[in-house]
């Protein structure tokens, strides 16, 4: 069973570049076969996908946060990481990292992260 | 964007209940939906992917139904460890997942 670990500040200042990791254990993150995700919860509790990433490098962002993010991948660590440029209040959630397979031409997220809050405040 | 919205927003039901969630699609979404439940503090659990496809491990009483703009998330007998809320997912713009708004199931 693979499981999934976010990590990062818990407080970010608005402005500055919000960093978060995800340790990735029981899979490789390498293997290919599964694209890795990061979604947020607002705190009024809409989900937001942020972006995935495959192996090879390719990257696919929500085109409302595009502009912003970068998402990475350490193979050596096994572990994907996030950047959020230019935060504000509205940034403020529980971030989580998800692994997501493709099926059919479905893609879904069949194991996540327990998440980690992020604050955004002066 | 395709928006997805879920009602109903809230719902309170008691052990054994029958309990259905909806969830509508802004235009077809064919069968690419997907179900999760969410409890604070706790990771996030896929339900059922491809709407009606059972994920692994997850109890019986858990089904999905629909295709196109309307689907449907039954539990079939409402159990105390399904206090949750519950979320729909599409893929049928996979360059745009998105989620609908949710439902908090609560004991009556």
């Known amino acids: 069973q693979v499981q999934l670990q976010e990590s990062g500040p818990g407080l970010v200042k608005p402005s500055e570049t919000l960093s978060l990791t995800c340790i990735v254990s029981g899979g490789s993150i390498s293997s290919g076969g599964y694209y890795w995700s990061w979604i947020r919860q607002h705190p009024g509790k809409d989900l937001e996908w942020i972006g995935f990433?495959?192996?090879?490098?390719?990257?696919y962002f929500n085109p409302s946060l595009k502009s912003r993010i970068n998402i990475s991948m350490d193979k050596s660590k096994n572990q994907l990481s996030l950047r959020l440029s230019a935060v504000t209040a509205a940034d403020t959630a529980i971030y989580y990292c998800?692994?997501?397979?493709?099926?059919?031409?479905?893609?879904?997220?069949?194991?996540w992260g327990q998440g980690t809050l992020v604050t955004v405040s002066a | 964007d395709i928006q997805m919205t879920q009602s109903p927003s809230s719902l309170s039901a008691s052990v054994g209940d029958r309990v259905t969630i909806t969830c509508r699609a802004s235009q077809s979404s064919g069968t690419f939906l997907n179900w999760y439940q969410l409890k604070p503090g706790k990771a996030p659990k896929l339900l059922i992917y491809s709407a009606s496809s059972l994920h692994y491990g997850v109890p019986s009483r858990f089904s999905g139904r629909g295709s196109g703009t309307e689907f449907t998330l039954t539990i079939s007998s409402l159990q105390p460890e399904d206090i949750a809320t519950y979320y729909c997912q599409q893929s049928f713009n996979p360059l745009f997942l998105t989620f609908g708004g949710g439902t908090k199931v609560e004991m009556k």
């Open positions: 990433m495959y192996h090879d490098g390719s990257t």
């Open positions: 998800a692994r997501v397979e493709r099926g059919g031409g479905n893609y879904f997220f069949d194991n």
